[in-house]
């Protein structure tokens, strides 16, 4: 069974930056999409930022121009470079790989953005 493990996450001054990184434990194949989504406390999980193996990488606009979603050399690994972190983007951050025939997610990686 593959799974899939975020790291990265931890405490961060506003303003501040954070890499996150998700790994597959095995080869994933026939990969469609590879996004980012996060929940903060009390709210839906939303779609932060995805890419596919086609087209250009897409954000929610409360993250455009601060984030940026890009794949590792190994096919099964994707980043969330996060810059300009603000206090309402504090959330448990989640990976997601959509396959053909598979939709594989991390456990996630908490995010708090606080002075």
């Known amino acids: 069974q593959v799974q899939l493990v975020e790291s990265g996450g931890g405490l961060v001054q506003p303003g501040g930056s954070l890499r996150l990184s998700c790994a597959a434990s095995g080869a994933i194949f026939n990969i469609k999409a590879m996004d980012w989504f996060r929940q903060a406390p009390g709210k839906q999980r939303e779609l932060v930022a995805g890419?596919?193996?086609?087209?250009?990488?897409n954000y929610t606009d409360s993250v455009k121009g601060r984030f940026t979603i890009s794949r590792g050399n190994s096919k099964n690994l994707v980043y969330l470079q996060m810059n300009s972190l603000k206090p309402e983007d504090t959330a448990v951050y989640y990976c997601r790989i959509v396959t053909l025939a598979n939709i594989y997610w991390g456990q996630g990686t908490q995010v708090t953005v606080s002075s």
């Open positions: 890419i596919t193996t086609a087209g250009p990488a």
